[in-house]
């Protein structure tokens, strides 16, 4: 995971010893919002009007961030609207590629090699992480964002006048409940496996460790009551923080119980949270949008600082479609 400085590329991994051996992520910098007419949304500048065929993704099927904007691609009907690429599962020393050798679709826009290239199309002297998503457009050539929780945001009602869509995954008078929600998965689960595996110090991992399992346990109580997360009056309803939780779970077992030493138990040992997964991965278009061997091969391959060998584990067995009872609980 390299950065670029004042438009140069450089090959370096965080460091954490300036938090004390703690993982701290970097917030996204460009954070501009397609909204239906262009005008401002919450950040960044106008002028993103929601049009079909105007925007591009630049996602991996390995990353659980990225991830999140092909399901939401996909649950909102864009696929027709929204073109995409997809880099290499391999993030070496030049970052995430286009090598169509190693399970890119290559840059069909720009025929770029590297990510990177995209960042310094949008600013040429453009100093910071470089990371997907990213969510491009075509007709001003620049990025609108690269902020996933945002993106999704933005697919999710944007493009509602173009597709005749009017199903919303964050509907307002349920966003105190989610948002709440979303900051304690994101803190302790979604961004957790990582301060967890990438931790330099022990007690940095084991706090980190501890915050996940207890926000598991609260999960596997709270989903043994109800099919999702979010309820609306006496009945549980699918939003975005399903979605956001769903791309870490995913990639448990087959990651993050081994790589990253979150070994306490395997998901497919909670037994209300493994049927819950297999309920988001058989909903319609979902099971589409996930690469158990593009997340198996990105993490282990290109994390040497971990794995120096670069063994890809043969396992574990997976089966997201076996059937489940999360319907009785509706």
């Not at 239906?36 to 500048?45: A, C, I, R, T, Y």
């Not at 991830?67 to 290499?88: A, N, P, Q, Y």
């Not at 990510?115 to 997907?132: A, C, F, M, P, Q």
Request: hydrophobic share 35%.
């Amino acid at each position: 995971m390299g950065l670029l400085v004042k438009g140069e590329w450089k090959d370096k991994w965080y460091d954490t010893d300036k938090s004390d051996g703690a993982f701290e992520r970097e917030d996204a910098q460009l954070r501009n919002w397609i909204t239906e007419d262009g005008q401002p949304g919450p950040s960044g500048k106008g002028g993103f009007a929601a049009e079909s065929g105007r925007y591009h993704l630049y996602v991996s099927l390995a990353c659980p961030w990225a991830h999140r904007t092909l399901i939401f691609r996909e649950l909102k009907g864009l696929t027709e609207h929204i073109s995409v690429s997809v880099v290499s599962p391999d993030m070496l020393d030049c970052g995430w590629t286009f090598n169509v050798d190693e399970g890119s679709s290559g840059d069909s826009l720009y025929q770029s090699r590297f990510l990177h290239e995209i960042y310094t199309r949008n600013k040429s002297d453009y100093s910071g992480r470089v990371t997907v998503p990213v969510l491009w457009d075509k007709q001003q050539a620049c990025i609108v964002s690269n902020e996933s929780a945002e993106i999704i945001r933005m697919l999710n009602t944007a493009f509602n006048g173009i597709i005749g869509d009017e199903q919303d995954f964050y509907p307002e008078h349920l966003h105190s409940q989610i948002d709440e929600i979303n900051e304690r998965v994101y803190h302790t689960i979604n961004n957790g496996v990582y301060k967890a595996g990438f931790a330099t110090k022990a007690e940095k991992y084991e706090a980190a460790f501890s915050e996940l399992f207890d926000s598991l346990d609260w999960l596997e109580s709270r989903l043994t009551q109800q099919r999702y997360l979010v309820k609306d009056g006496h009945k549980s309803v699918l939003t975005e923080a399903d979605w956001r939780l769903f791309t870490t779970l995913i990639r448990f077992d087959a990651v993050y119980f081994g790589h990253f030493k979150c070994n306490l138990k395997r998901i497919s040992d909670y037994p209300a949270i493994q049927n819950y997964v297999c309920d988001l991965y058989q909903h319609p278009g979902v099971a589409e949008t996930v690469s158990i061997e593009h997340i198996k091969r990105h993490y282990y391959y290109s994390h040497d600082m971990i794995n120096p060998m670069r063994i890809v584990p043969v396992g574990p067995e997976l089966n997201f479609s076996a059937e489940h009872n999360r319907a009785e609980l509706d």
